[in-house]
Structure formats: structure tokens, C-alpha cells
């Protein structure tokens, strides 16, 4: 059976990318003979040992398929089947993951209202109430995102007022950090400056959006937060048999800051890309540009002629915003006939 296969060009997820051709190499060069299972081979923990490299040596690391099962199990382990977690009200873990938290970890979920993605403490004091009593969820959590859903970057510095906050209420900080590699990148920045000296407790660390093909570590750096975890994450259906090839990803990931190339070329195109539309009087770019995605409103009648040469998905339908991700593949040509496209349909007008 022959499927057709698209050439069109993406701006909608840099989920929509392809495999880094290195980490392709990787998984085929793991894939010669045989292989200890369920993570006891020497691609996995070598990749292990690399993580402890970033982010300390007391850092618990373990692999699962993708970021809901990231996110579910972290908040999961490190918080009561009655508790309740606060987030962004654009958190990936309210709008995204389909009641995951909620349905299998059994935690309610407190959104709170946003600034260009990003929260405040005075957005989350007022839900900080009703602890020991029983009629309430229990505040357990603070969930934030690195990058934030709106593409922007949270310092250090806001970190760390957030986990100073969160432990003064017995509370933990976890990190959705699908597209931690682009934070750091835009931060220039170690991953554990804006993580474990921040006080941060558990990290959800993304590859898929960032040149790997599926794979994703869930970082406690708490030991006792760990524990009982291993059993967990099989009961959840999240332990993979042939776990090299998680494993032999993230050491082609990590090998000569491959990470680090494939965010600041992502988060370069999507700085091109608003650096050549802020010359576009109909287009009002809504939030800072520090990562690799750009929110921009454009007239409705432009959104459909864009889309039929280059996907992408509409942020909010009433406003008119979109949002235009980019890849460890996207390319300047990319961006700049994506561009003139654009400035076609601005001459019409």
C-alpha cells in the first residue's frame, strides 16, 4: 500500500519535525545484536549517568514514552491521590492532556490566570488555603512551564521565588520541561541553574520536540521523593523492554551539545521570523519572542491561503491569534518564503 506523502512545510508543532539524522545514526548503530532489557544495558545507563553530569549526582532519573506520562507520573509521585496542583491556566497539564491528571493520578487541577504564560505568586496565594482541612484538596503543588506554553522564558530568579514559595507550604515545584533545551539556549544558561539551584523538586525533560523520536526523563532530585517510583512507572505502563534505544538517544542527545545546537537553531528561525513580520503593519506580534515559538494576531481572511502551503494551528479563534513553532529543521528559506507568502497577502489588502 503506498501512502501519499506531504511536502508541505510546518510552523505548527515542533512536534511535526523529523529525527535529527545523528540520533537516527544512534538508534541504528543500538539496534546490532543483542541487548539486556527494561533498562539494565549500557545505553541506558550510561545516559543516566550523563543527566547526573547536568544535573547532580543525587538526581533519580528514569525514561517514559512521552510528556503526559512525564507530567502525570512526577506530580503523581510527589504528591496525595488529594491533592491539588496550581498551574498556568495555558499549562500543557489543564488544556492538553486530556483530563490525564485528574483521571489517572487522581489530583485536582487549579489554573490560575497568566502573563505571557507566566505565573506569580500573587496569582497562587489566594489558593493557597484549607490546609489540614479535610473538606479541601490539599495544595501539593505548583506546576509551571520552561519554556511556557506562550513561549516565553522563566529567569532564574522567578524560579526561584516560586519554589521559596512552594516549600514555605510544604508544597513542590515541578517543571513541564518539554522544551527545557530551548530554555536554556535562550538563557544561555546550565539546565541546573534555572532547576536544582533554584530549588526546584522534579523535572518533566523533553527530546521529542528537539530532534529525538520519543522518549522523555522524569528528574527528581529529592531521593526520597523517588522512592517506590520504579514500581510505579511499570504499574503505569510506562517501562520500556528494549530501553536502549531510549537510552542510546539521549547519549547521541547530549554528545557535543547536540541539544543545545538543535534549540538555539529553533529558537534562531523563530527570532527571524519576528524580526521579518514586525515590518508587516497588519500583524501585532503578542508576546515576547525568547524561545522558538511566535504568537502573532493576523487577519482572519490570511489564516486559510497560509495554511494551504504552510500548517499551522490558530491560538485563539475570536482574536485571530496564531501560534508559529520552529524546529531543529526549520530553515531560513523556510522562514523567508513562509514571509513572502505573507507579505503577498498583505499587498492584496
Request: proline share 5%; with cysteine.
Amino acid at each position: 500500500m503506498n501512502l501519499p506523502i506531504t511536502t508541505m512545510r510546518s510552523f505548527a508543532s515542533d512536534n511535526n519535525s523529523g529525527i535529527h539524522p545523528r540520533i537516527l545514526a544512534a538508534i541504528i548503530q543500538a539496534n546490532e545484536n543483542h541487548c539486556v532489557s527494561y533498562g539494565d544495558d549500557v545505553y541506558t545507563q550510561q545516559a543516566i549517568e550523563i543527566f547526573k553530569s547536568h544535573f547532580g549526582e543525587q538526581t533519580e532519573v528514569f525514561f517514559v514514552f512521552n510528556g503526559t506520562a512525564a507530567n502525570v507520573l512526577s506530580l503523581m509521585q510527589t504528591t496525595k491521590p488529594y491533592s491539588s496542583i496550581i498551574c498556568s491556566e495555558t499549562a500543557h497539564i489543564n488544556v492538553d492532556e486530556c483530563g490525564a491528571p485528574e483521571r489517572i493520578a487522581g489530583i485536582k487541577v487549579i489554573s490560575v490566570p497568566h502573563k505571557e504564560g507566566k505565573i506569580s505568586p500573587e496569582k497562587i496565594l489566594p489558593h493557597l488555603h484549607g490546609f489540614g482541612f479535610e473538606h479541601h484538596s490539599q495544595p501539593s503543588a505548583i506546576s509551571i512551564s520552561q519554556t511556557t506554553e506562550m513561549g516565553t522564558v522563566y529567569t532564574p530568579a522567578e524560579i526561584t521565588e516560586l519554589t521559596d514559595l512552594a516549600h514555605r507550604h510544604n508544597m513542590i515545584l515541578h517543571i513541564d520541561g518539554a522544551r527545557l533545551a530551548n530554555a536554556a539556549a535562550a538563557l544561555n544558561l546550565p539546565f541546573r541553574a534555572f532547576t536544582v539551584d533554584c530549588g526546584v523538586d522534579v523535572v518533566s525533560f523533553g527530546g521529542t520536540k528537539n530532534g529525538m523520536l520519543l522518549g522523555e526523563a522524569i528528574l527528581i532530585f529529592n531521593p526520597q521523593l523517588a522512592e517506590g517510583f520504579k514500581y510505579r512507572r511499570k504499574q503505569s505502563m510506562q517501562l520500556f523492554s528494549k530501553m536502549r534505544f531510549m537510552g542510546a538517544q539521549f547519549i547521541a542527545y547530549f554528545s557535543d551539545n547536540l541539544w543545545l545546537e538543535n534549540a538555539r537553531h529553533a529558537n534562531a528561525m523563530a527570532k527571524r521570523l519576528a524580526e521579518a513580520i514586525r515590518q508587516i503593519p497588519e500583524i501585532t506580534i503578542t508576546t515576547p519572542v525568547e524561545a522558538n515559538g511566535v504568537f502573532a494576531i493576523i487577519p482572519k481572511e490570511w489564516v486559510e491561503p497560509l495554511r494551504k502551503e504552510y500548517f499551522f494551528y490558530t491560538w485563539n479563534e475570536t482574536t485571530s491569534e496564531i501560534r508559529w513553532m520552529c524546529s531543529f529543521d526549520t530553515t531560513p528559506e523556510d522562514i523567508d518564503m513562509f514571509v513572502e507568502k505573507i507579505k503577498q497577502l498583505s499587498k492584496r489588502g
